[in-house]
């Protein structure tokens, strides 16, 4: 469940993210900076805040009570979702950004379309992007506030390994607590490798190409 409900939630909000940081890097978008300063803030944003807020949308007298999502793996995933989009489009932008502009002015000199060269540039950039996922990623799948409160906990349903060790190490169960505090710590772990390894390899190829 754990993984389930991180991977949707990033799945969506890369999908989501990766337009909205390409369009905040290469085009003209008005108020951008105060944009831009609202998606870092939120990246850093309490995940009881969000599951708070998202617990009084969805309550039965919140105005999308009618959707019954409250206590739902839907509603988990929504929360992550929202904890994970403004670090997919912040660190997306920042990648984008750092592209040669060189790159842009090659393609479009080239006779590529505004849709081709965003391509391009994102396949520039796809190292900083990945990187931005995988943190979002790293982020979601320790969180415990939001999925607690929108998912109510519920052995077999919406029970996933944070909040599980929260209600073990509450019962006084510390061995279950423990040992999945080391799978989580291990997952963590390959995350921040594969983030290590991507970020490593990113900076091979730009040095291969201040080289050639």
Do not use: C, W
């Not at 842009?104 to 994102?122: C, D, H, R, Y």
């Amino acid at each position: 469940m754990s993984l389930t409900v991180s991977g949707l939630a990033i799945l969506g909000a890369t999908v989501l993210g990766l337009p909205i940081g390409s369009v905040l890097a290469l085009k003209k978008v008005p108020g951008k900076t105060i944009v831009l300063i609202v998606f870092n803030v939120f990246a850093g944003l309490p995940p009881v805040i969000v599951g708070l807020s998202l617990y009084l949308l969805f309550s039965r007298r919140g105005p999308l009570g009618f959707m019954s999502l409250l206590y739902t793996p839907t509603a988990m995933v929504i929360a992550q979702l929202l904890l994970a989009l403004p670090i997919v489009i912040f660190l997306s932008h920042t990648a984008i950004v750092n592209v040669d502009s060189v790159i842009v002015k090659a393609s479009q000199t080239l006779g590529a379309n505004p849709f081709q060269v965003i391509i391009t540039v994102i396949k520039e950039a796809r190292y900083g992007i990945i990187s931005g996922i995988i943190a979002a990623f790293g982020r979601v799948i320790a969180e415990v506030g939001a999925v607690l409160i929108v998912g109510g906990n519920i052995a077999g349903y919406t029970r996933v390994m944070t909040t599980t060790i929260a209600l073990e190490a509450d019962k006084g169960n510390f061995e279950l607590a423990i040992a999945l505090g080391i799978i989580l710590l291990m997952i963590s772990l390959l995350v921040n490798i594969t983030l290590y390894l991507i970020q490593g390899k990113g900076s091979i190829k730009e040095a291969d190409e201040l080289v050639f």
